[in-house]
DNA sequence: CCCTGCTCATAAACCCAGCTTATGACGTCA
DNA sequence: TGACGTCATAAGCTGGGTTTATGAGCAGGG
């Protein structure tokens, strides 16, 4: 019994999950950016490693599946429709975003004799790292490198047994034992979906009120978890937590749902407050802010390719 | 001849365009993301459509390809290793870009008899939309949206010929027979690659110094460079530019490769920002911002499905 | 103690999407 | 008019992902 295409005119909670039957693949969408960037369907082909007919009939079958005319063919080249336009755009994000996924899990296969060896926090290895390794496979494509995520600690321990070169971590200080620079800020940010009555507040929060309010978190122990009691113990403490969740997604998810007000960091919700699914509430006088450190062995400031990757990630 | 799977020491440039080769398809990476749900290959499998052991095998594949566990298994069920959650997090960036993209493809399609007709300006169709749709859909599941996207005077046009029941402009006035509110702004962003001198500078830009250098920008006549002639026109007026590109795509590019600062919306480059493959130039004293309105025909506010999207932008 | 029920793995057969090669039609330009 | 570029069509092959059928391992209850 095949799947057959159901009628589109309606997705309830079933709609997630059955993308690829609506979203061209990966192949095709980088075939999509080549005929753009090369205004010919041959030439794109070329580009990808597919011969002509075969880049024509994808492109057909994904005009097809889009319902949309993408390419204007002619004798002379092809280009892009304006609605084809729109979806290279929105392409390209994805694209993009395959491109951080590759960059991280070749990393996180490289092998221990890696030229690089890298030892992050999972926030860091999560938002960070896969663009600096992007960044870093421009600059220098030769550099092998191998990614160990874990926390602090972990970090630390990696470096001092010189199983890492350079270290990535996120919190209140350096480990001993190692030397450091912030490389970036990580601030915790009050959001709540757009109706939550905070989002309509004309001036900031006080942080008694915030402290006093029940919040979604993330489970006790965690980092950002331990931020926020720090920043908030001089201001009655935080309240009986609305909900406590395991992993940065369900905090998310619950907020975006209309739950109530999180506490998230910033890179977690970078893209549901660009596109106001989330709404950040402002604080008035308290330091949400947390800095991420690049970190190595005291006295063993980086060399080579960890210097490559530090130098990368503060400019 | 078969095109093999080469070495994986060394990506040149190359590597672009052959990302389908080593990142698992849409597919796959939504029966991770179940995996990670429901902690259980069997339901992952149901929860996605296919039988337990297409899912076995599936995330087999998966792991032989990208050369890392991610799933322990086990009698009671199966739970993400620790590789396997952040291959986890970095697949969901994927999946939600893809949902975006199906999100504005399904309007792009959408026929004029759609429930809810929506006219929008490029910046905001190819930033802001997508997302607008997303929670449009997790509220009214039922609303069939079809998407215009064209400039000002495409968005007017619709909207008094009752093509349109919604639209959305960039830019510094209300089109004539409209009324609008501001939904968003976009703030032009002086960028520049982190290893120009720009990026190590203490303070802000000075007005006439930006005015006086020598830029990456759009074609004259595109939006973000009307707004900056006028921002700049008391300060000297815009040098002669660097570059003048067709695309917003194409000055990112040159900006991150160091061919120069540029100009772009602050939409455009919030990613590069965020992983600090391009850094913003604070400037002083000059106001580099656009409105995004929301418009409609005068007297002729929003209702139905119209009212339910520009609820969602406004929060 | 064994049975039932959950888990995941293996094996064999099948199907179709997308590939290649070969060819053709259409426009443009010298 | 002929050469070169474009894209389209047709026929045949291949392989990845699917299905069904089956088995093995572990947990908990009668």
Redesign the pocket.
């Known amino acids: ?3 057959e295409a159901r009628g589109d005119e309606t997705y309830g909670a079933e709609a997630r999950g059955q993308l690829h039957h609506r979203v ?2 990966l ?2 969408l980088e ?1 999509l950016l080549a ?1 753009a960037r090369y ?7 070329r580009e ?14 994904m005009e097809r599946q889009l319902g949309v005319a993408l ?1 204007d ?6 280009r892009l429709t304006d609605a084809g336009a729109l979806v290279t755009d929105w392409a390209r994000r994805i694209v993009e975003a395959a491109e951080a996924f590759d960059a991280g899990a070749q990393a996180l296969r490289g092998r221990r004799d890696s030229r690089l060896r890298v030892a992050a926090s999972m926030t860091i290895a999560e938002y960070l790292l896969p663009g600096w390794l992007i960044a870093l496979r421009a600059e220098r494509p030769d550099t092998a490198v191998s990614l160990q995520a874990g926390n602090s600690a972990v970090v630390a321990e990696r470096l001092l047994a010189n199983e890492a070169d350079i270290g990535f971590v996120e919190g209140l200080a350096v480990p001993d034992g190692l030397d450091g620079v912030v490389v970036a800020h990580d601030r915790l940010a009050i959001v709540a979906a757009p109706s939550h009555p905070w989002a309509r507040r004309r001036g900031p929060l006080d942080p008694a009120e915030l402290a006093a309010t029940p919040l979604v978190l993330r489970e006790r122990g965690s980092g950002t978890r331990q931020v926020l009691d720090a920043a908030l113990s001089g201001h009655g403490g935080l309240a009986q937590p609305l909900l406590e969740l395991a992993s940065t997604t369900a905090v998310k998810a619950a907020a975006v749902s209309g739950a109530g007000p999180a506490v998230l960091s910033e890179l977690a919700v970078a893209e549901e407050l660009g596109s106001r699914r989330l709404v950040a509430i402002p604080v008035e006088g308290v330091l949400l802010r947390r800095d991420l450190r690049a970190v190595w062995p005291t006295g063993h400031r980086p060399t080579g390719p960890a210097r490559d990757l530090l130098s990368l990630t503060r400019g």
């Open positions: 019994m095949s799947r061209p693949d192949g095709a075939l005929v205004g010919s369907l041959g030439a794109a082909a990808v490693g597919i011969t002509q007919p075969a880049a024509s009939s994808r492109i057909r079958s390419v063919r002619s004798p002379r080249g092809s």
